[in-house]
T-cell receptor, first 115, second 113 residues
Framework: AQSVTQLGSHVSVSEGALVLLRCNYS??????LFWYVQYPNQGLQLLLK??????LVKGINGFEAEFKKSETSFHLTKPSAHMSDAAEYFC?????????????FGTGTRLTIIP | DGGITQSPKYLFRKEGQNVTLSCEQN?????MYWYRQDPGQGLRLIYY???????QKGDIAEGYSVSREKKESFPLTVTSAQKNPTAFYLC????????????FGDGTRLSIL
């Protein structure tokens, strides 16, 4: 079974500083990889995904993530944090097997931006 | 605009009562999912359906039931057998292709009276 580990349930950064949210997966075959963002009392919104091709993926709101097979990682970064980035972020993976589209989620990282 | 509509946004359940959460999508997606979200635990899959009239249990199906009579609709019933139903419930849908993301509704928050 696949699993996803997000290191750090809470991360605080100053406004304008680098944001780094960590995600590692365990799977013998590299899965499809996703990052979602959730604002309070709302559903999840897709930030970006990696399926194939270029390992550096750009998403919405200035976020990007790099797939590193050797490290089984898919860390999320943003060069300069903005107050509006305060939210909870979830890393998720899905199997590449046809007909098995279920997502396995990490436990989430709550991002706080310090003014 | 296409999307997923969950209703109600807030729901209260009395002891021994069954309640039903609604989820409707107009994205023409075959697959639909129900998740439960508790603080610090991420999202846990309750049930999912890949096609009309078919559904499978997820990781925490006990105390819940679903139906999938129409492609657009995937209601979730929280039965009296679910002893700890207080949580945030999220519905999602996707195409039946693993590299396509799931789209989420805005959730229903269920509390016990």
């Amino acid at each position: 079974a696949q699993s996803v580990t997000q290191l750090g349930s809470h991360v605080s950064v100053s406004e304008g500083a680098l944001v780094l949210l960590r995600c590692n997966y365990s799977s013998s075959v590299p899965p499809y990889l996703f990052w979602y963002v959730q604002y309070p009392n709302q559903g999840l919104q897709l930030l970006l995904k990696y399926t194939t091709g270029a390992t550096l993926v750009k998403g919405i709101n200035g976020f990007e993530a790099e797939f590193k097979k050797s490290e089984t990682s898919f860390h999320l970064t943003k060069p300069s944090a903005h107050m509006s980035d305060a939210a909870e972020y979830f890393c998720a993976v899905s199997d590449r097997t046809f007909g098995n589209e279920k997502l396995t989620f990490g436990t989430g990282t709550r991002l706080t931006i310090i003014p | 605009d296409g999307g997923i509509t969950q209703s109600p946004k807030y729901l209260f359940r009395k002891e021994g009562q069954n309640v039903t959460l609604s989820c409707e999508q107009n994205l023409n997606h075959d697959a639909m999912y129900w998740y439960r979200q508790d603080p610090g635990q991420g999202l846990r899959l309750i049930y999912y359906s890949q096609i009309v009239n078919d559904f499978q249990k997820g990781d925490i199906a006990e105390g819940y039931s679903v139906s999938r009579e129409k492609k657009e609709s995937f209601p979730l019933t929280v039965t009296s057998a679910q002893k700890n139903p207080t949580a945030f419930y999220l519905c999602a849908s996707s195409a039946r292709v693993g590299n396509q993301p799931q789209h989420f509704g805005d959730g229903t928050r269920l509390s016990i009276l």
